[in-house]
């Protein structure tokens, strides 16, 4: 499959440009316990890159290093022409990167909609006191607010839930509320660890279009983590497969599923 | 007939009345990104002109059909109107009508122009495409997905509308000119049937059919253009289209679409709508909500309900229809309105219901009494697609659950010897398109119209339908089998989503029975049952105990029924999928057709007579992608206790 041509079954237009991010040499130990070994990939703009390998691969631990959860002993971290020795996940937030989370990072005891604004967060500029008032530019600001979080909620179709408190929610749509919270933040590069982890056919089918929708209307640079091998294969443009902590195979889909060492993983090899 | 002279007699000509006479009142509202917005009858004006302008522009000519697929969305309506203003036909589709379903008519009608709601609708149209040629142009609302679609006939809405606006800058009065030329005996609108069997039939109704019904019906009820109505319902069904469009046209009242399907309840809390509309499955599922929650509330409340509710039973419907009631239960129930039944209405969303109406199908006496007892004014109506829906309605203070009330102003009903109920009223439609021998057929050289309903009239004049004609059968021993009667019954508990009765030519009846699977699956959840999903769940013991109680009950209320004694059921199965229109098995507008589903679960039946205990079935299922998957179970046959003719105590 050539880069750039369409995803089979969509008629997407998107383009791939340029590498944003690119992870060189990446170490990562706790310990004696090695998460992560001399792992180097990168991640081109607009398209969706996925991660796999088998449970305990280093799959989380890559995510983590990438929006600076964690610091890497050795190599590099290269976004948008900085190269860091760590992220910091403050600045990498700023700069544009935003995730969600194998288990779900939600306020359980408040609406949708306000977790949705939560993400928000970095996007309020005007002062407290303002805010608490809801007077001059803070309303405007808040009106903003609202708007672009209606948004999201109508394109993740969730308006039937919107005041409902997120603790309430079955998990196929908590999972979709934190896909809102991370878009409300409107990044640049989206970090997806396992959304589909847990989900039923029809619930994995939908947020498949979701995520192929938002990499598509916004543009937006998708990085994902998944189980599911008919969902990536689907989804991904290309795949990194990590064993061990190490890199296996990197390619597109069809690629990747050739490669014996990847069989290797998956299987188990004789010997 | 026609509309009395000088009042407007077409949808367009009504739209320009109330631009002119009340431009500045909301006509309607849609709820878009959380907030009600609102457009004035005058907005609505220059929004059709332009639409009306556009598509004029693009080739749709006067006498053609135009598409309008989608939910309740302003732009539809606006379509509709559009479309009429330029003396062409609109022919609105079920929006979950699969694509296959929707070649046929495409075909029949030679539709060349569609405006559809969103990417789901337009890939179903590329997708039958190929086999409908004169298919030429698709405009859509929602853009969402469909940014890089490069088919040639592929627009936008707005594109649409602003090609039009330009164009009816340059030619003024273009639009009124084209109005002027209709009249109320053109064709207003066609409505394809759902059809039990065999291909939907067009049905051609004119502007003076839906104008002249929906007058007479006003002048009733008394409507007022101040009436709240909630834009909820499939588009493509008659009902819909009479109380949202033609009436709202005809009044001048204010329509609200609401924001999705699944937020139809926090919609209709917030509009509060004064004359509302629902067929029986939604009063229906509303009351199995009412009652999950009942059931999961704190013992007070559930004893403070329980308790009101049996007072309401005995009161209420009385105390609406002015009758006299005791004064001490009359103070008791006002006491019960402000604890239970006013609460009730807030939640449901009826506090401001001035009158309700179902249709669409018989409703269970107990649903139907359970609305009215909380005070709430459902009433009956019948019609079909065919008769513009009015042919009966109940007046205030003469609501029965049995009847649908006498006939309206203008409408003669006579009553075959078959029991069947024929009828001429001015709504009657003009004929089913292309299809003269379905015309004959439905309507007689006199211009009876043949419903296929049995039924009769009742010592008070109010007409009494007790099922389709076809379906209405005799047991073996001669007793009478009204299918639909049972099936009923049995709907009306919360446990069960969906009943097919069989017993025509069979010694006794018997049932298959849906299970509602929220309702089910939150008694189950509550006694620590583990199921997996509805198969799992059908087939538990305690869950066919549940059923069985149910089905005796019914068997037990029957016994007392001198006529219907007979039909008790002897055996029950519970089906392990659920009927689904997508399987054929249920109608569009939900109905269920018993002969296919008679014929597809043959082996059922079979077995509901064999004396057997299981029977293994293997059934297709079509999922929502359209692809098809087999389902294989093994049911059991339960036998259900049947009731001796009690003695009617004097």
Redesign the interface.
Known sequence: MNLNE?RAGA???RTIGEVVLAVEGVSLAFGGVKALTDVSFDVREHEVRAIIGPNGAGKSSMLNVINGVYRPQQGKITYRGKTHAHMDPHDAAIRGIARTFQSLALFKGMSV?ENILAGRNLMMKSNIFLQALRVGPALTEEIEH??RC??I???L?I??V??TPVGRLPYGLQKRVDLGRALAAEPKVLLLDEPMAGMNV?EK?DMSRFIL?VN??FGTTIVLIEHDMGVVMDLSDRVVVLDYGRKIADGTPDEVRASQAVIDAYLGVKH | MTVQAGTPDTFPKLLLTHARERGDAPAIREKDLGIWQTFTWSQVRAEVEALAAGLSKAGLRRGAHIAVIGANRPRLYWTLTAAQALGAIPVPFYEDAPSEEMVYVFQNAEIAFAVVEDQEQADKLFEIMPRCPALKHVWYDDPRGLKHYTQPELASYESLVASGREWARANAGLLESEIAKSHGANTAIMLYTSGTTGNPKGVVLTYDNLIMSSRAYAELEGLRDDEEVLAYLPMAWIGQNVFSYAQWMVVGFRINCIESGETVMTDMREIGPTYYFAPPRVLEALLTQVTIRMEDASWVKRRMFQHFMELARRVGANLLDRRPVAALDRAHYAFGNLLVYGPLRNALGMTRVRVAYTAGEAIGPDLFVFYRSLGINLKQLYGSTETSVMVCVQPNGEVRADTVGPPMKGVEIRVLDSGEIVLRCPGLFRAYYKNDEATREAKDAEGWYHTGDAGYFDAGGHLKIIDRAKDVGKLADGTLFAPKYLENKLKFFPYVKEAVAFGHGRAEATAMINIDVQAVGDWAERRGIAYAGYTDLAAKPPVVELIRDCVEKVNADLANDPKLSGSQMHRFVILHKELDADDGELTRTRKVRRGFIGEKYATIVDALYAGVERVVVEAQVRFEDGRTGAVRAELGVHPAKTYARQAVAA
């Open positions: 369409p008629t997407s237009g909609l609202r708007t209606e948004e909620i109508d394109f179709e308006q039937h919107r005041k029809e089918q929708d598509d209307e």
